[in-house]
């Protein structure tokens, strides 16, 4: 890393705290994915998952441990032995691995949460970083619910894990309480009165529960840490975690007040952000800063005016700096190979063979029902044709919806490698449609969210259909993109039922000791 002071390590968690949003979580395959856009886009440091979560999570800290060249992997476990052990094998593979141990130190989840004394805590402390600092050379620690600890507590844990050997020191605000001012004095505070502070680098980790996780994360910076945690699209517990693509920006556009730097690639924050917001079924919300589908139209009169005058008018940064480009028509019927491959080359996307020759079947036939073809199309057909790892796929399907008698909905799939065909009826044909998908479920979700939208213009746009399920408090979202919005509906709803097929294998750890 560069000896730089104004460098910024940027320390990703979106495959980890913002798998943890609601609804959001991700198949392995989807994980690396993300994990070699994140690499493309130039983080410094990828917090995999937690490895001691479940066998999933341990795979894919390996597996992108295995696969990633340059970026550190990292791992996260609680101050046990078990935890951290599980958290070093599974970086096993990593080029540069890191173990990412915390436990809480505020007065309330000390004796709430863990029911330990302050002593108990400490002795944790140190145990745990001295135990991962033997196996791994990169080791951060982080006192959860750091900004409601008291300071002379606060100061003391940090300097015994430095002394343990600690190289990487987050104060996270947990609970999205802190404010701009007070967390940049908490670092600038730590800073002066820890002794060996010289010896770490300080890390910031901020919730959005106020909405103040990006402004936060910036005062800590001007505060001393030189390290952010924030996640692609800000996705993440609750309200989520600071956005990744806002903090880089704003650095950008405002180098004469923030003259930080960091090693991301902004053009490739739109690429990386859409295929978060793919995978995970989140959807970005449309007036977000960057990414949102408005942040860059200019809706009225005058602004267009101005635009057309000169762009510097109302805008204080370029699409193109984010990697934002119209989606053009480009592609139809007589489009060939070659055209389509250097098409998706365009659009970020490194396919193997076979997902090519996949996804150049799925376009032509896609150009046979549909004269116009964007970008949009592309992406979203490419993102659908990357869904794996599923244990239900739709093969065949047909509707009934006459204005006399009840809708049915009939499908054939393979479920686990077997032919199964349903059928049901229902008030219209998306409820029968959803009837029958459920009456194939493992469990019983229930649907909390349907949502359609058109990926382009046009009657005969794509549909892209969200479909949130629960199931004793956990939440998926499906995603399905068809011409045809009835089996966009459809492809949701099996998407989510594999996701929660995924995410029912998966426990939570509790907060220490089992
Ligand atoms: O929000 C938090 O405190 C965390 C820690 C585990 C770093 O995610
Ligand atoms: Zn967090």
């Known amino acids: 890393m560069t000896t730089d002071k104004n460098r910024v390590i940027i320390f990703d968690t979106t495959l980890r705290d913002g798998e943890q949003s609601p609804g959001c979580s991700m198949t392995l395959s989807e994980k690396l994915r993300v994990a070699e856009a994140l690499e493309h886009l130039g983080v410094d440091v990828i917090e995999a998952g937690f490895a001691i979560a479940s066998n999933g999570d341990f795979e894919s800290v390996s597996q992108v441990a295995g696969l990633l060249k340059e970026t550190s992997v990292c791992s996260l476990a609680r101050a046990s032995r078990k935890d951290i052990d599980r958290a070093a094998e599974a970086l096993k593979k990593a080029v540069r691995p890191r173990i990412h141990t915390f436990i809480s130190t505020s007065p309330l989840h000390m004796k709430y949460k863990l029911q330990m004394t302050p002593e108990e805590v400490i002795e944790h402390i140190v145990d745990s970083v001295t135990y991962a600092r033997n196996l791994c050379d990169d080791v951060e620690w982080s006192c959860e619910d750091g900004t409601r600890t008291e300071e002379d507590f606060l100061y003391r844990t940090i300097e015994l894990a430095i002394k343990a050997g600690a190289t990487t020191i987050n104060v996270p605000d947990t609970v999205g309480y802190t404010t701009p001012d007070e967390y940049r004095l908490i670092m600038e505070n730590i800073i002066k009165n820890v002794p060996n502070s010289d010896k770490a680098v300080f890390s910031t980790h901020c919730h959005n529960d106020l909405g103040l996780a990006v402004s936060n994360s910036i005062a800590a910076v001007q505060g001393g840490a030189r390290q952010i945690e924030c996640t692609v699209n800000g996705i993440g517990e609750r309200a989520g975690n600071a956005a990744l693509e806002e903090i880089i920006m704003a650095f950008r556009t405002r180098q004469d007040v923030m003259p930080y730097h960091t090693g991301i690639i902004a053009e490739n924050i739109i690429s990386t952000s859409r295929l978060v917001s793919s995978v995970t079924g989140l959807e970005v919300q449309h007036n977000k800063a960057i990414v949102g589908a408005n942040a860059f139209a200019h809706e009225s009169g005058i602004h267009q005016d101005g635009m057309l005058k000169n762009a510097g008018t109302y805008e204080i940064m370029t699409p193109e700096s984010v990697g934002l480009k119209k989606s053009e028509l480009v592609m139809g019927k007589h489009s060939g190979r070659h055209a389509f491959r250097e098409k998706l080359k365009d659009l970020g996307y490194q396919l193997g063979d076979n997902e090519f020759l996949s996804a150049f079947t799925r376009f032509k036939d896609l150009a046979d029902m549909k004269k116009a073809l964007y970008d949009d199309d592309i992406i979203a057909l490419v993102d659908e044709d990357q869904r794996d790892n599923d244990y239900m796929t739709l093969e065949n399907w047909a509707f009934v919806c006459d204005n006399d008698k009840p809708s049915r909905a009939s499908f054939c799939l393979n479920v686990d490698g077997y032919k199964v065909t349903v059928s049901r009826e229902g008030n219209g044909p998306v409820d029968a449609s959803f009837k029958a998908l459920r009456s194939l479920a493992d469990g019983e979700p229930h649907l909390q969210l349907y949502q359609v939208h058109a ?27 068809h011409v045809d919005t009835l089996v966009a509906s459809v492809k949701a709803y099996i998407n989510a039922l594999n996701k929660l097929r995924v995410k029912r294998q998966k426990t939570v750890p509790a907060a220490m000791g089992e």
């Open 455 to 481: 990926v382009t213009r046009g009657t005969d746009a794509q549909a892209e259909v969200t479909v949130r399920l629960e199931e004793d408090g956990r939440t998926v979202n499906g995603h399905g993109a």
